[in-house]
């Protein structure tokens, strides 16, 4: 089975600190993507990359950067953190062509 | 752009019993996909059910369907024989076919609890 594995499952930052959510994939999936979840909200696209060193930004890259150096791994980068970044953080993974899409389990992030 | 609307926050299902979850979306193409996820406390958003917009047919997996009126721009789940282990939140979302966009655009979602 894929795994799409994210390296935290909570996590409590500060206010003002820099962040790195991380994301790596075992299935050479060409696509990642990294959504936010907030409640009443959905799951809100941040950032998606269709190939390494390639990225594409979501509806709501506002506050976020990302990284793709390495085919299999997918970071997102809060430059500095805000309250209002806390939320729920979902990676997923799709390869190219129709097939479907291999989420991870979600960070929990809190800033403080 | 693509709008995915899910109007109802919560549902509740008696055990057994079967229950339909709404979704309406927006587009202005005609060949895309159709999804819903299942999302449990566990996080782990699981595939229910794909729906192909050119195929007429419903799908099914299961104790699960949907009825797809692609005209009306509809796609509501219906789960039959409701198990307490359905009890998850449950995300309707859309995907273009063409490879080049092939994000997923999410509804706001509806929990389901199952009553014993």
């Known amino acids: 089975d894929v795994k799409v594995t994210q390296s935290s499952r909570y996590l409590v930052k500060r206010t003002g600190e820099k962040v790195f959510l991380e994301c790596v994939q075992d299935?050479?999936?060409?696509?990642m993507f990294w959504y936010r979840q907030d409640p009443g909200l959905g799951l809100r696209l941040i950032y998606f990359s269709y190939d390494v060193k390639m990225k594409e930004k979501g509806d709501i890259p506002e506050g976020y950067s990302v990284s793709r150096e390495k085919k299999e791994r997918f970071s997102l980068i809060l430059e500095s953190a805000s309250t209002n970044q806390t939320s729920m953080y979902l990676c997923?993974?799709?390869?190219?062509?129709?097939?479907?899409?291999?989420f991870g389990s979600g960070t929990r992030l809190t800033v403080v | 752009a693509q709008t995915v609307t899910q109007s109802q926050p919560e549902m509740s299902v008696q055990e057994a019993e079967t229950v339909t979850l709404s979704c309406t979306y927006d587009t202005s193409e005609s060949d895309y996909y159709l999804f819903w996820y299942k999302q449990p406390p566990s996080r782990q958003m699981i595939l229910v059910i794909r729906?192909?917009?050119?195929?007429?047919q419903n799908a099914t997996e299961n104790r699960f369907s949907v009825n797809f009126q692609k005209a009306a721009k509809s796609f509501s789940l219906k789960i039959s024989d409701s198990q307490l282990g359905d009890a998850a939140m449950y995300f309707c979302a859309y995907r273009s076919r063409t490879g080049a966009n092939s994000k997923l655009t999410f509804g706001k979602g509806i929990t389901l609890s199952v009553r014993p």
């Open positions: 997923a993974s799709k390869p190219g062509g129709n097939y479907g899409y291999t």
């Open positions: 299935m050479d999936h060409e696509n």
């Open positions: 729906q192909e917009a050119y195929k007429q």
